[in-house]
């Protein structure tokens, strides 16, 4: 976890107390306190998320960039790691958050921006309040899709072929 400060893996260096102390804290911040002492392949997708932001945090980035976070998590750890996300975002002190996703209802609050693209391309850019819209969303899906939900959450639906 310390290891995150470095950007490295398998980190021979001497780990400062103070190092040690803001790795726990970052543990406490993203829930994962419990975990610490837990080996990797001892632990699900949703606390592997936790722990590699976490360790991401250590480099006290300006920025993160969360690239489909939540693939293979169930919907409980999925929720538990929005949350996380929606926290981090709201931080006054934190990295700025880019996301990205398929999935529509992974965008939370905090996030006050949105790109669309289609093939590479952009289709909107700007405001989330404007750019996430049906017409916008069928454009990028190819497919007639209504838009629907507000402030705490969105959901999409897709029209069949």
Request: charged content about 25%; hydrophobic content about 50%.
């Amino acid at each position: 976890m310390v290891s995150g400060k470095f950007a490295q893996l398998d980190l021979w260096a001497r780990v400062s107390a103070a190092d040690r102390a803001a790795a726990r804290k970052l543990l406490r911040l993203v829930g994962a306190a419990a975990l610490a002492r837990r080996e990797w392949q001892h632990l699900s997708q949703g606390e592997r998320q936790r722990m590699l932001i976490a360790r991401a945090l250590m480099a006290q980035p300006q920025l993160l960039i969360l690239d489909e976070p939540c693939a293979g998590l169930d919907p409980v750890a999925r929720a538990d790691f929005l949350a996380l996300v929606n926290r981090l975002a709201r931080r006054r002190r934190g990295p700025a958050l880019v996301l990205v996703t398929h999935h529509v209802e992974e965008i939370t609050p905090a996030f006050t921006h949105a790109l669309l693209l289609r093939g590479g391309r952009v289709v909107a850019a700007g405001a989330r309040a404007k750019v996430l819209n049906s017409k916008n969303l069928s454009t990028v899906f190819g497919r007639r899709a209504q838009l629907s939900g507000g402030k705490h959450g969105l959901r999409l639906n897709v029209a069949q072929r």
